[in-house]
């Protein structure tokens, strides 16, 4: 069973950046599709990027396209999310989890949440 941590969020000023990290601190992240997700107060948990860890693949929210983008280390066994021209509306605290069916962007099809990071966007 793959346990997943992630890290990096913070405070940051509109118009700023930040990168996310999601790595593996146990299990082997092979066999999935490591998607990130983020929920806001009051809000449902939306999918923002989707990667296959073995091979090629990305999906994005069409909202965050453009602004955010997924990548992978294999060596450190670690996903990554970069994310710029960040706005308030992107508050939210983010998540990853991973998925065997493939690269969706439904949150039901995602197992072994992490604990969540926060991003807070604000002057």
């Known amino acids: 069973q793959v346990q997943l941590e992630e890290s990096g969020g913070g405070l940051v000023q509109p118009g700023g950046s930040l990168r996310l990290s999601c790595a593996a601190s146990s299990g082997s992240l092979i066999p999935y599709v490591i998607g990130w997700f983020r929920q806001a107060p009051r809000k449902e948990r939306e999918f923002v990027a989707g990667?296959?860890?073995?091979?090629?693949?990305?999906l994005y929210s069409d909202s965050m396209k453009g602004r955010f983008t997924i990548s992978k280390d294999n060596a450190k066994n670690t996903v990554y999310l970069q994310m710029s021209s960040l706005e308030p509306e992107d508050t939210a605290v983010y998540y990853c989890?991973?998925?065997?069916?493939?690269?969706?962007?439904?949150?039901?099809?995602?197992?072994?949440w992490g604990q969540g990071t926060q991003v807070t966007v604000s002057s």
């Open positions: 989890a991973v998925s065997t069916y493939g690269l969706y962007s439904d949150v039901t099809r995602y197992k072994s």
């Open positions: 990667i296959r860890w073995s091979g090629r693949g990305t």
